[in-house]
């Protein structure tokens, strides 16, 4: 399981102007290295003179104040939420914005297909033809009777939580009988479960995260939105959800996946919720993962 640090600032709202938190997970064999600030006063500093930096040490970049002012600027709709997260892949550095609890939709699909191939990995078996079929169209078109096909076979959310306790996730809970699209989750336990698809660590063979990715990166056309938006060119993996909530009829919806800017790969996870129409939502989620993204690279 990929090891991560424990946060250093605890997290708040999920509305524009909410408070972010940022972490950085240790990679293997070093000691996670804290976003906080290294900087400290002089003992001998007298009024009106600048602390001073330790020698040998560079001052920490603020990742919680970068993401925060980057949000705050996203222009929330009224009445809607949003919550991001984002890492880093060279450096292992995360920051999150907002921790309340979201449906899923139809992003619930990457975490069905990671919970089968768990679940074949534990029988030492290959997915089935069958198996395949409904995997291709559940990530590629997000095809619903393939997701509820996948769901039975995993054990519904008695498998998908067991699983997801093997992965590190800690606020998902699977939805109630065949209401898959309604799982709850948080933009870090999906950060969490980007790291089981995408990096070295994972419960996931590296055969079986080649599966996820390669779907991932095969969306239909009309699905690449989302934090496909963060991206330069066509260099992302994504899983978006949409869904609208019968009543209230205001709309759910997520992304998350990877993207490359820069040379330099980033796990983003966007939850949005409370929006009037679906191209609100995508709007909004849009600009949410360009937000995280930005407390990186500074654009």
Do not use: C
């Amino acid at each position: 399981m990929l090891s991560v640090a424990l946060a250093v600032v605890a997290v708040g709202g999920v509305t524009a102007g909410g408070t972010a938190f940022v972490r950085a997970r240790a990679h293997s064999g070093t000691a996670a290295v804290s976003s906080a600030a290294t900087t400290s006063a002089s003992p001998s500093a007298g009024a009106g003179e600048e602390a001073s930096v330790e020698p040998g040490t560079e001052p920490a970049v603020d990742r919680t104040a970068l993401l925060g002012k980057a949000m705050s600027a996203v222009g929330v709709p009224s009445g809607a939420q949003v919550s991001a997260a984002v890492l880093a892949v060279d450096s292992g550095e995360s920051v999150a914005y907002g921790n309340a609890a979201f449906d899923t939709a139809s992003i619930v699909k990457v975490d069905i297909l990671a919970t089968l191939l768990l679940q074949a990995q534990d029988a030492d078996r290959r997915l089935t033809a069958t198996e395949k079929a409904y995997a291709t169209k559940m990530i590629e078109n997000s095809d619903n009777a393939s997701a509820t096909a996948l769901w039975h076979t995993i054990g519904r959310a008695d498998g998908l939580d067991a699983a997801n306790k093997r992965f590190g996730l800690t606020a998902t809970f699977g939805g109630e009988g065949e209401l898959w699209g309604l799982t709850q989750t948080t933009a870090t336990d999906q950060l969490a479960l980007l790291q089981q698809v995408f990096l070295e660590g994972s419960e996931l063979s590296a055969a079986s995260r080649g599966y996820v990715r390669g779907l991932m990166e095969s969306v239909e056309a009309d699905q690449r939105w989302g934090v496909s938006a963060a991206a330069e060119g066509d260099s992302w993996a994504l899983k978006n959800g949409w869904l609208p909530r019968s009543t209230t009829g205001l709309w759910d919806v997520n992304s998350i996946g990877r993207v490359t800017v820069g040379g330099t790969g980033y796990l983003v996870a966007v939850l949005s919720r409370g929006t009037r129409t679906q191209a609100e939502g995508i709007a909004l989620v849009e600009a949410a993962a360009r937000a995280a993204v930005s407390a990186f690279t500074g654009e």
